[in-house]
């Protein structure tokens, strides 16, 4: 009896910019999809519930000077979602799983939004992987007088305006979005979100876990968020031990589209300082 | 037997809510603040009376669901009410249509709840399990994307529990419960009949043939009715086995008056409530996302924008009727028009037949149930009028006289051992002197 399965690979539709090839690797008998570009440091950055299959501008930025390495999850983008995907542990060890593959060693691992949390509980399984652990408007953990907007219960429209704060990025962004197979596409991806966040939409026990790392920690937030609290970031800052919180100004939730070049520079410093 | 079978039944709304132009969901966001519970202690007895009454007027059955959340169906434990009807009613079959089975911690507290009703009823119980609709995922911590995972294993584990002796374990993915004993089990054998509710889906139809339940559509247009039970039949084909006619009920509210016009000026706003108002749901409220497999969803947002299906809040009134949601006339078009839709869809029942309908005023909704009673129902019964039920053995007996003739004392009598007395006594006659004395 085989105790790992193959995971067929799924056809889904490619956005009309930035879109590029993935290579894949096998893993767990997943065909994980994944970007990589650069030389130097390796770093790894995990996505967040969407923009997908993009190698977008602000990747471009860090691959100039690290070994920049985008992958998919399953049920995102082009990695298909295995029937016994559960959780972020299960995830945690395909990346572990999948680092081990491309001959990874030690990383700096960067987060954004629900890969922000992802980043997080890798970390807390795996915190000496890691060289660096960036967590970009992360979700996770509790605030408990501010739960915050259900994303789930907004519509496609309300879910862009609270993600964006600069409608001509939005308006970018958006192009081919109203595409049938794309709607499809991103109800699958929405159901993969599901998966992982739709109850509880925080971990307790990472507050505890997270002690655990001694590697530097930075978190990004975004002067105004509207879609997650901003004290969310504020949380994860004084929970993550030798941490450094920035701020970007001038921008929302979607910051690593509307600020990519500010977003790059805070993120390439501080992986800079924590190479030395 | 009856030609067709008559459910009523009643979903329980809560009318004294804003316009439709001022929310955007009737379920899951519109607050509970407009919920006035002085209003609802009202309108529920009243809701309540309603669905009593369907015994003395003749149907075959009565109806009662889950819901959660919303103001369109306010009846999140639909065991209660059944608890009440089985209690002010004496022979009628009542139908938990159904209990949402994958939206529980623990599955088997509908089988223990489901097992005393019938109990108590004396076997009247019919027992329907739905998954919930995707808005009731929202009111807990169930991931919809598990949905049919939990729908399915909570079902064997209901029927394995009513089945099969226990104590046993569950070692089920996503339940595990140490030790199943449900006390007491449920008085039909094996088991009451389980009535699937679905909305046309190939899995469900595959689920209802492989198991032989019964099989009723939510409110759909005839012609889909008709495609899912013809689908149905099919299935049953494949499996090797003809479906019965009892095997599939349609669900299409139902208004009769004097005349055409007099039943639609009465029936109009308040039918039209139900579908623009009750169930004003956005998409992304109704599909939570996970909640159908991205493949079934696919199917269904091609149906929509090939207008083959159009979202329930946007039907008009004439559209309701052109596609025979609802049916509403005189009795000579009532009775016309539900022996051609049943005959068209090849049902055997029919559920919420001169029921009460949206918001409607008691006074119309006995008014609607008397003209059904008297008018309609006689036309598809034997010439007795009588509900098939009345001809039927009844699970149990009816009075404490036939049980004690059928069923003697019982197999065990019971008896036990006094504490600090070494005698076993008998409880039957444990109090007369020459057994009670001597442990004393």
Request: hydrophobic share 40%; glycine share 8%; charged share 20%.
């Amino acid at each position: 009896m085989s105790f790992i399965d193959a995971v067929d690979k799924v056809e889904v539709p490619r956005p009309p910019k930035h879109y590029t090839e993935p290579s894949f690797a096998e893993v767990l008998g997943v065909p994980i999809a994944y970007r990589r570009q650069g030389n130097g440091e390796a770093v790894v950055f995990l996505h967040g519930a969407g923009f997908t299959r993009r190698w977008v501008p602000m990747y471009e930025m860090l691959a100039q000077k690290f070994d920049f390495i985008a992958p998919e999850s399953p049920g995102f983008g082009e990695t298909p979602m295995p029937p016994w995907f559960r959780d972020f542990s299960d995830l945690s060890i395909l990346y572990d799983q999948l680092f081990e593959q491309l001959g990874l060693d030690q990383i700096h691992l960067i987060g954004y939004s629900m890969g922000g949390w992802a980043a997080a509980e890798f970390a807390s399984y795996y915190p000496r992987r890691l060289k660096s652990l960036s967590l970009v408007v992360p979700i996770g953990l509790r605030l408990e007088d501010n739960p915050g907007v259900d994303l789930f219960q907004l519509s496609p429209q309300q879910l862009m305006d609270r993600l964006f704060n600069d409608k001509k990025v939005m308006a970018e962004f958006m192009e081919g979005m109203d595409d049938f197979d794309e709607g499809i596409h991103l109800y699958s991806e929405m159901s993969a979100a599901a998966r992982l966040i739709w109850a509880p939409r925080y971990n307790l026990a990472l507050e505890r876990r997270l002690q655990r790392l001694t590697c530097p920690t930075l978190v990004v937030r975004a002067e105004d968020d509207h879609l997650v609290p901003n004290q969310m970031a504020e949380k994860f800052a004084t929970t993550l031990p030798n941490n450094r919180l920035v701020m970007i100004p001038e921008t929302g939730h979607e910051l690593c589209l509307e600020r990519p070049a500010e977003l790059a520079r805070e993120l390439a410093d501080f992986i800079k300082e924590a190479s030395k | 037997m009856n030609k067709l079978r008559f459910y009523g039944f009643n979903l329980m709304p809560y009318a004294d809510i804003p316009p439709t132009s001022e929310f955007e969901s009737a379920w899951v966001s519109l607050s509970n603040k407009h919920y006035d519970p002085q209003r609802g202690r009202q309108i529920y007895n009243e809701y309540i009376d309603q669905l009593v009454a369907t015994e003395k007027y003749g149907f075959d059955g009565v109806g009662v669901n889950e819901h959660h959340a919303n103001f369109y169906g306010t009846m999140p434990s639909p065991n209660i009410i059944a608890a009440m009807l089985v209690q002010r009613t004496n022979h009628i079959p009542i139908g938990v249509i159904g209990n949402a089975i994958p939206l529980h911690g623990n599955p088997l507290r509908v089988a223990e709840e489901i097992a005393m009703l019938d109990v108590i009823s004396g076997g009247r119980i019919i027992s329907g399990f739905v998954r919930g609709i995707g808005c009731e995922y929202f009111n807990n911590g169930v991931v919809p994307a598990d949905s049919v995972e939990r729908f399915n294993e909570a079902h064997d584990l209901i029927i394995k529990a009513w089945t099969d002796d226990g104590p046993f374990t569950w070692q089920g993915d996503h339940f595990y419960i140490p030790n199943v004993n449900p006390i007491p089990r449920p008085i039909q054998d094996p088991h009451p009949p389980i009535w699937i509710p679905g909305q046309g889906s190939l899995e469900t139809i595959q689920f209802v043939a492989k198991h032989k339940y019964t099989y009723m559509m939510v409110f759909a247009p005839q012609w889909f009715t008709k495609l899912a039970f013809d689908g149905l039949r099919e299935e049953c084909q494949r499996l090797g086995y003809e479906a019965p006619k009892n095997m599939v009920n349609a669900c299409v509210p139902t208004y009769v008056a004097e005349t055409d016009k007099q039943a639609h000026r009465e029936a109009k706003a308040h039918l039209s409530w139900v579908f623009n108002t009750g169930l004003k749901i956005p998409d992304q409220i109704f599909f939570p996302p996970g909640y159908m497999t991205t493949k079934s969803f696919r199917n269904f947002m091609g149906a929509m924008q090939k207008g083959h299906v159009k979202p329930q809040a946007q039907l008009s009134y004439d559209e309701l009727l052109k596609d025979r949601y609802i049916i509403v006339g005189s009795p000579e078009t009532v009775r016309n028009q539900i022996g051609e839709y049943c005959d068209d869809v090849g049902a055997g029942g029919l559920i919420m037949g001169g029921s009460s309908v949206g918001p409607m005023p008691n006074w119309m909704v006995m008014k609607n149930m008397q003209i059904f009673a008297e008018e309609i129902m006689p036309e598809f019964r034997e010439a007795d009028g009588k509900p098939d039920y009345l001809r039927e053995e009844p699970p149990a007996p009816r009075t404490r006289t036939e049980f004690a003739a059928q069923y003697g004392p019982p197999p065990e009598t019971a008896r036990s051992i006094v504490t600090g007395s070494e005698e076993l006594i008998e409880h039957r006659v444990a109090h007369l002197p020459e057994i009670i004395d001597s442990s004393m």
